[in-house]
């Protein structure tokens, strides 16, 4: 794997406060999904849902499982 792609996966804190990767950013910003408006990653989650909606989208929908994930994780008391 070329380490430009490995950098890309890395998580990074945005504006918004939420931790996403240069990879997941550039597709979400592909799709039109503004996640910079997002304070949590449920809405990024539904404006995800919406798209997929319409169309399958192998990439989107990665992230999609990425971020459920990462919100259960950060977010679900255990």
């Known amino acids: ?3 430009e ?3 890309k996966r890395f998580l990074k804190l945005q504006k ?3 931790w996403l990767s240069e990879e997941e950013t550039e597709i ?3 799709y039109g999904i503004s ?3 997002c304070r949590q990653l449920t809405e990024i989650l539904y404006q995800i849902d919406r798209v997929l909606e319409e ?3 192998p990439e989107l ?3 999609a499982i990425n971020l459920s994930e990462r919100n259960y994780y950060q977010n ?3």
Do not use: A, F, H, S
């Open 35 to 37: 996640y910079e408006k």
């Open 16 to 18: 918004n406060g939420l």
């Open 5 to 7: 792609n490995y950098e």
């Open 61 to 63: 929908e990665l992230v």
């Open 55 to 57: 169309e399958e989208i």
């Open 1 to 3: 794997m070329p380490e």
């Open 76 to 78: 679900t008391r255990k």
């Open 28 to 30: 979400l910003k592909k």
